[in-house]
């Protein structure tokens, strides 16, 4: 089915972002969201259909606009691979400080979500495999041995200061981090 994104179903859309990233996606009912949305519980199941339909799209909404964020910042970085993994941590730390300051979504849904027959499940991993892929490229244009691995090894380092960050836990967790994925890049 596809979503034929009116007012109404942008509104219900923004007020289950919001809730879902501040109170966790089973702790909201479609009557709260409703609400917030200023909608009907009707207009929301006739525009989504299902909550998991409506998680599905706020975790996409939610991966498209990091990816962008990302996007910008690697156009702005410098050409080397150096300059292009220190701009993935400062890019992370700039949207951590704007829109995350409960940490990652995609975390914070897998927590609560971790069948893989659901259908927000793929959204989820998808989203890591994509950074994942970043990290592979710059890894690659490093030239280093085992891309991949050093890659896997840099991803580590960036969930880590992503779930600190979230938890307020430790000192300038993305920097930190920088330096010691630099470190592995060579």
Not at 46 to 53: A, I, L, N, T
Request: some cysteine; proline content about 3%; aromatic content about 8%.
């Amino acid at each position: 089915m596809a979503i034929d994104w009116t007012p109404k179903a942008q509104a219900v859309l923004t007020a289950a972002s919001e809730l879902f990233y501040e109170r966790g996606i089973h702790a909201v009912g479609v009557d709260v969201i409703a609400a917030k949305a200023g909608v009907t519980k009707k207009t929301l199941y006739d525009r989504f259909g299902s909550k998991e339909r409506l998680v599905v799209e706020y975790l996409s909404a939610r991966d498209a606009r990091w990816r962008e964020f990302l996007g910008e910042w690697l156009e702005k970085a410098g050409a080397t691979p150096r300059d292009r993994l220190v701009a993935v941590f400062d890019a992370s730390e700039a949207w951590a400080k704007k829109y995350g300051g409960k940490g990652c979504s995609m975390i914070n849904a897998h927590a609560e979500i971790s069948d893989p027959a659901h259908p927000a499940y793929a959204v989820m991993t998808e989203s890591k495999r994509w950074l994942l892929g970043v990290l592979v490229e710059v890894a690659e244009s490093a030239r280093v041995p085992e891309p991949r691995k050093v890659a896997e090894q840099i991803m580590l380092l960036h969930e880590g200061a992503i779930v600190m960050a979230g938890m307020q836990v430790g000192e300038n967790v993305f920097a930190r981090a920088a330096e010691t994925a630099v470190v592995l890049l060579g």
